[in-house]
């Protein structure tokens, strides 16, 4: 019942775990996890004049969802037209068909008439993928001074009954399984396996979730063990550009490990904390927890990345951009009507937009992995910058002016600097060339060459990172954990929308308080024992805190006006970073996630 199996050895010399003066070790489970988006999965389809068969979905994937429906239906690609207008969420739910298939197979009978489906909340927690559930065996040697000596680990992925990408998500897991850390001695082994169980598949954070849970428990294990600040012994450890992490792969790009650290250590949060452990009111037990993040940008090395972009100038002198991303609610569209608004000088909200629709838009990959507005916006960039050095040309021939630097585009027009005439953007569209009048960029991202070959589908090369920090509160009487207040400190380059960057941390925040406190998606003997948000519960708005963000603005050259992916990283962090602060409050580290009441209250009681 092996789906994939992965092994890791990296060896920088002599016996990691002979040489530690200090050794910890331990064994985490982490649950199931259902994405309870707003928007079950759904779509309708029809058969148009033609005999082509549209369909408008749910989807993060329209352009791969076309070849697959070909594929099971035995169609050929070009005879399917996908529409993928804004999703209720998605978080990796829909990053494949779920009733694609099956609206196309019923849309073949109907003539033309159209067919719907839209499942209920439990038809989508029966039939929809899940976070894999895992178990990892963690042990980690170190130096008395912290410093890291070797890492070995075995990781165990249950894939539930389907292949999905539940192999992918391992893969990431594997990547991760050092976290953000230097370790010259590495043996990682990692086995995803089917189960009689519902499908696995992709969930934001897309296995590095799981792994970060351990290592980051491991780091305050050390920390304790060794009598350290669990914030020292990060500091000593983390990854800075030009080191290696655990799959021995060198760090080129961007990395803002230890700036994310230095952010939380210099913060009121973190220096009062003693003081307000101090005052815990009566039965409740007050801790703080740590957890350091990295999250790759993007598909592996021997996955192509790239993005096609489109911009248009309209017959009436509209923008107008073609977008081939899809927007599940995390904002990436508007982020990209800024990037063009910007090179164009236009206001974002006069900018048209089409979504992503395989008449229309350009292939540009999925809504996935962090990469969205990365490599889109790079290829809007390339497009939009080419669009507006024709507009210039044109518009140099109508003023007679050779100087197109004389020129500047306003809302709407561009004025000559030294006549102050101006010529309309609808008066420019009639003297240019339709073809002229579109543009088109392409980017692919950067991968590394190094250590090709050392994992199932290649390395990143590109990392996000951040530091966590969170207060909780646990009542003695119920077991009840309260997260009282939250820290989180991201290097994810340069924010174009500060709005929708605070946004995406905030919501990865709850989300992984979620994971960490509350959801657990419960199958016994084949039968799903939280069929519905009755049973399964998920955060509200009185489970979250206060949360403050602070981004760590160091810039990476590669991305548009210096951006990285921020959709997944914060998503890593709350679990451990909850865990730790248990065990500070109580002493305990329990070992299985989540940390519900019940769980907590028991494991109380034991101790006494």
């Known amino acids: 019942n092996l789906l994939r199996e992965i092994s890791i050895r990296v060896n920088e010399g002599g016996n990691p775990f002979i040489d530690s003066e200090c050794i910890v070790e331990c064994i985490f489970d982490v649950p199931s996890q259902e994405h309870a988006y707003l928007e079950t999965e759904a779509g309708y389809a029809w058969l148009d004049e033609n005999g082509k068969l549209v369909i408008i979905a749910s989807t993060q994937t329209p352009f791969r969802d076309r070849a697959e429906i070909g594929y099971a239906l035995g169609l050929k690609p070009e005879d399917i037209h996908v529409i993928a207008p804004y999703l209720g969420g998605a978080f990796g739910g829909k990053d494949g068909v779920t009733v694609q298939c099956l609206l196309g197979l019923a849309a073949l009978f109907t003539k033309g008439r159209p067919v719907k489906m839209w499942w209920d909340r439990e038809e989508s927690f029966l039939a929809g993928v899940k976070r894999l559930p895992a178990r990892m065996y963690y042990k980690v040697g170190a130096k008395h001074d912290g410093t890291l000596s070797g890492l070995q680990c075995r990781l165990y992925f249950n894939a539930g009954a389907y292949a999905s990408l539940c192999g992918e998500v391992m893969t990431l897991a594997v990547e991760h399984a050092g976290g953000a850390y230097r370790i010259p001695n590495v043996a990682i082994d990692a086995f995803c396996v089917y189960t009689n169980n519902p499908v696995g598949g992709p969930f934001r954070g897309f296995g590095?979730?799981?792994?970060?849970?351990?290592?980051?428990?491991?780091?305050?294990?050390?920390?304790?063990?060794?009598?350290?600040?669990?914030?020292?012994?990060?500091?000593?450890?983390?990854?800075?550009?030009?080191?290696?992490?655990?799959?021995?792969?060198?760090?080129?790009?961007?990395?803002?490990?230890?700036?994310?650290?230095?952010?939380?250590?210099?913060?009121?949060?973190?220096?009062?904390?003693?003081?307000?452990?101090?005052?815990?009111?009566?039965?409740?037990?007050?801790?703080?927890?740590?957890?350091?993040?990295?999250?790759?940008?993007?598909?592996?090395?021997?996955?192509?990345?790239?993005?096609?972009?489109?911009?248009?100038?309209?017959?009436?002198?509209?923008?107008?951009?073609?977008?081939?991303?899809?927007?599940?609610?995390?904002?990436?569209?508007?982020?990209?009507?800024?990037?063009?608004?910007?090179?164009?000088?236009?206001?974002?909200?006069?900018?048209?937009?089409?979504?992503?629709?395989?008449?229309?838009?350009?292939?540009?990959?999925?809504?996935?992995?962090?990469?969205?507005?990365?490599?889109?916006?790079?290829?809007?960039?390339?497009?939009?910058?080419?669009?507006?050095?024709?507009?210039?040309?044109?518009?140099?021939?109508?003023?007679?002016?050779?100087?197109?630097?004389?020129?500047?585009?306003?809302?709407?027009?561009?004025?000559?600097?030294?006549?102050?005439?101006?010529?309309?953007?609808?008066?420019?569209?009639?003297?240019?060339?339709?073809?002229?009048?579109?543009?088109?960029?392409?980017?692919?991202?950067?991968?590394?060459?190094?250590?090709?070959?050392?994992?199932?589908?290649?390395?990143?090369?590109?990392?996000?990172?951040?530091?966590?920090?969170?207060?909780?509160?646990?009542?003695?009487?119920?077991?009840?954990?309260?997260?009282?207040?939250?820290?989180?400190?991201?290097?994810?380059?340069?924010?174009?929308?500060?709005?929708?960057?605070?946004?995406?941390?905030?919501?990865?925040?709850?989300?992984?308080?979620?994971?960490?406190?509350?959801?657990?998606?419960?199958?016994?003997?084949?039968?799903?024992?939280?069929?519905?948000?009755?049973?399964?519960?998920?955060?509200?708005?009185?489970?979250?805190?206060?949360?403050?963000?602070?981004?760590?603005?160091?810039?990476?050259?590669?991305g548009p006006f210096g951006i990285k992916g921020i959709g997944e990283i914060s998503v890593n962090g709350p679990l451990p970073a909850i865990a730790n602060a248990i065990a500070d409050a109580c002493g305990l580290r329990i070992q299985r996630a989540p940390f519900t009441a019940e769980r907590v209250l028991g494991e109380l009681v034991n101790k006494k």
């Open 208 to 558: 590095v979730p799981q792994v970060t849970a351990a290592i980051e428990q491991m780091m305050d294990m050390l920390a304790e063990k060794l009598s350290m600040d669990p914030l020292e012994i990060r500091l000593r450890n983390a990854v800075k550009r030009g080191d290696k992490h655990c799959l021995g792969i060198t760090l080129e790009y961007s990395t803002g490990a230890h700036e994310c650290l230095q952010t939380i250590a210099s913060h009121p949060l973190w220096n009062d904390r003693q003081s307000w452990k101090k005052e815990a009111p009566p039965f409740k037990l007050r801790g703080v927890g740590l957890s350091l993040l990295s999250h790759a940008m993007g598909y592996p090395a021997e996955v192509p990345d790239f993005a096609n972009a489109r911009i248009e100038l309209t017959d009436e002198g509209a923008i107008r951009v073609y977008a081939g991303v899809v927007d599940m609610g995390q904002g990436n569209a508007s982020t990209n009507l800024q990037i063009a608004g910007e090179i164009l000088a236009q206001d974002p909200a006069t900018i048209e937009l089409v979504l992503p629709d395989t008449e229309k838009t350009m292939p540009s990959g999925s809504a996935a992995a962090s990469r969205c507005t990365y490599v889109f916006g790079n290829a809007l960039i390339i497009a939009a910058n080419e669009l507006k050095r024709r507009m210039l040309d044109i518009a140099s021939s109508f003023f007679a002016e050779k100087d197109t630097a004389m020129l500047e585009l306003l809302q709407g027009k561009i004025i000559h600097r030294e006549t102050q005439k101006t010529i309309t953007f609808g008066e420019l569209a009639q003297q240019m060339d339709p073809a002229g009048r579109v543009a088109e960029g392409y980017f692919k991202i950067p991968v590394t060459e190094e250590g090709k070959g050392v994992i199932y589908m290649g390395p990143h090369c590109i990392y996000s990172y951040g530091a966590h920090l969170v207060y909780i509160e646990i009542d003695e009487l119920t077991g009840k954990v309260e997260v009282k207040k939250y820290l989180a400190a991201s290097d994810a380059g340069k924010m174009i929308n500060p709005q929708v960057y605070e946004q995406q941390i905030q919501g990865g925040i709850a989300q992984g308080i979620g994971y960490a406190l509350m959801e657990d998606f419960i199958v016994e003997k084949g039968h799903i024992k939280t069929p519905d948000l009755a049973t399964y519960i998920i955060p509200t708005f009185l489970d979250v805190p206060e949360m403050l963000s602070i981004p760590v603005e160091l810039g990476e050259a590669t």
